[in-house]
């Protein structure tokens, strides 16, 4: 209704529609053609101990798989990078239909999910809590998912969703390589200077968007539907589904490529 925007009002994890005094926030279209190659950029060199998986959360917006960052055990380093930073969490955006769900587009096309792995810079801080503050404190690699054939990788997770249902439950999840998520080519991306794309909005982010995508069945997208936003006690239960912000102007940004 008008009054319920007129009083701004946004589902939470939207936040404001554009930070205030933002120059550089998330996500963002990509215009392939107007990213300019940079030669410079390594190959990026992820290298991550599936022993450091720990557990998922239904924090209210998506569902975090989480890592011990206590140690350099689970790092990324290389593309655009100068620091070693660490794996803390991967999480998901997705829509309730596969017509769309990411949070980035390539030309306008939206695919109906999108996968953020979340890297805090350990040269320059002790703490994920202190990196999310500071310009290029962090690192996300997003790759886009596409409806196709099953992602074996991806069961073992989808499997144990049923068991993370309702906001603020936790389940222990080990063992895990977060690397099976990753495209076969990692050296094709796009990368710019952002922000995070849920509450606080800090302008801390490094984003590396992978230009292959990876394909995940139906049935494994229609599971992470089967979530909720809502905690067990909340009398009505609401699908955790279009957990993704809107675009937010570019700014002047220029979006580097890896490749030509
Ligand atoms: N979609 S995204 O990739 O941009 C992304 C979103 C959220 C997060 C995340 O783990 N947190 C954001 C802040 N929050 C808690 C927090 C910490 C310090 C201060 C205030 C609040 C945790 C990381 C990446
Ligand atoms: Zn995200």
């Known amino acids: 209704s008008i009054a319920h925007f007129s009083t701004g009002m946004h589902p939470m994890w939207q936040g404001p529609l554009v930070a205030p005094g933002g120059n ?42 989480e890592y011990d960052d206590t140690t350099d055990k689970s790092i990324l380093k290389g593309g655009p990078l100068e620091d070693n930073f ?26 109906p999910a999108e996968l953020h792995m979340v890297h805090w810079n350990s040269n320059k801080y002790r703490r994920f ?11 996300v690699i997003g790759v886009f998912l596409k409806i196709g054939k099953r992602h074996e990788g991806l069961q073992k997770l989808v499997d144990a969703l049923p068991a ?11 063992r895990f390589d977060p690397a099976c998520l990753l495209p076969a ?16 909005l800090t302008e801390a ?15 494994q997208l229609a599971v992470f ?5 809502t905690s067990a006690e909340e009398e009505v239960q609401k699908s955790m589904v279009n957990n993704f912000r809107v675009q937010q102007p ?10 030509t």
Not at 38 to 47: A, C, G, N, Q, S
Not at 129 to 139: D, I, P, S, T, W
Not at 191 to 200: I, Q, V, W
Not at 205 to 218: A, L
């Open 24 to 65: 550089r926030q998330s996500p963002i279209d990509i215009r392939v053609r107007k990213s300019v190659f940079d030669p410079h950029l390594k190959p990026l060199t992820p290298d991550y101990d599936p022993g450091t998986c720990s557990q998922i959360w239904n924090n209210g917006y998506s569902f975090l798989v």
């Open 86 to 111: 660490r794996l803390c969490q991967f999480h998901f955006h997705w829509g309730e239909s596969n017509a769309w769900g990411s949070e980035h587009t390539v030309d306008r096309r939206l695919f």
């Open 129 to 139: 809590e202190e990196a999310v503050m500071e310009e290029n404190g962090l690192a």
């Open 164 to 174: 993370v249902r309702h906001k603020d439950s936790v389940v222990e999840f080990t």
């Open 185 to 200: 080519n990692i050296d094709d991306y796009w990368t710019y200077a952002g922000s995070l794309t849920t509450p606080p």
């Open 205 to 219: 982010v490094t984003w590396i968007i992978m230009k292959q995508h990876i394909e995940v069945s139906h049935d």
């Open 225 to 229: 539907r089967s979530l909720l936003f």
């Open 250 to 259: 570019l700014r002047g940004r220029t979006v580097r490529s890896s490749f």
